[in-house]
């Protein structure tokens, strides 16, 4: 049995509830939780507002290249303990969600060089284990390594339902039509880039959270955790 601190690598389609889930692991082993689309989604938002894409959603590639080394993207933990993601040190969490960016957000995923500028960050999350983080390439191409890798699935209507409600909670306007075509659009683009596609690595154990609740899940993996790695998540934490 393996003792020590891990990294567990969480992949799969959008919405698929890996961010919800990720946060709770980590609180409950005392673990790092780090998310990857968020740095992708800061990206998109710097290429946005600084005129790097067009009303057409043309992409200045050759530009975008030459600044992206000297954009500072980190978490910061807010007053209510949430990890909220700072560009050049404004915090930027709340425009980072919105319609805008998730309709670019894959775009700019597909870039070889954005992903080299946020795989290096992720990879120094890393150093020292003890970390959850989710994404769509964490267990094949960022943490090939990663002690434990879970690839999320869940219908697409389930998935739908979900983010629209999130978005309708934060008050935004987006149908539930257009949040369903959003999601499948960027599992398209996702699934099908040239570099470090979207898809499930071969030791990846799945997880289908269509009807669990968030005990469920924890369930389910403290079945893994504990026997493997000597490890239980504690859930809920106070
Ligand atoms: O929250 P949701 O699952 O909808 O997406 P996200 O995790 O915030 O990721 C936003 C987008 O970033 C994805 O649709 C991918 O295009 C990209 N992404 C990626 O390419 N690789 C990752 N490791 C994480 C996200």
């Not at 957000?105 to 020292?128: C, H, K, T, W, Y």
């Not at 659009?185 to 968030?214: C, V």
Request: charged share 30%; with cysteine.
């Amino acid at each position: 049995m393996a003792s020590g601190k891990i990294i567990i690598a969480i992949d799969g389609y959008s919405s698929t509830g890996k961010s919800s889930f990720a946060k709770i692991v980590a609180k409950g082993l005392g673990y790092i939780y780090a998310d990857s689309g968020a740095l992708y989604r800061a990206v998109t938002y710097f290429a946005y507002t600084n005129g790097f894409i067009d009303e057409k959603g043309e992409i200045d590639k050759e530009n975008l290249a030459k600044v992206l080394p000297k954009v500072e993207i980190t978490f910061r933990t807010n007053k209510k303990g949430d990890s909220v993601t700072c560009l050049n040190g404004s915090n930027i969490e709340k425009y980072i969600r919105t319609s805008t960016v998730s309709s670019r957000v894959s775009q700019i995923a597909e870039i070889p060089f954005v992903r080299d500028f946020v795989n290096v960050m992720l990879r120094r999350m890393g150093q020292d284990k003890g970390l959850v983080m989710d994404g769509r390439d964490i267990g094949t191409a960022v943490f090939p390594n990663a002690e434990l890798k879970i690839f999320m699935t869940a219908s697409d209507q389930v998935r739908a339902m979900r983010r629209f409600k999130e978005l309708q909670e934060k008050g935004e306007k987006d149908t539930f039509e257009s949040v369903l075509e959003n999601l499948k659009q960027r599992d398209y683009i996702d699934s099908h880039r040239e570099k470090d596609p979207l898809t499930r690595a071969k030791d990846a154990i799945e997880l289908d959270n269509s009807s669990m609740s968030f005990a469920d899940e924890v369930e389910w993996l403290n079945n893994i955790l504990l026997p493997n790695f000597n490890l239980k998540v504690e859930y809920p934490v106070e």
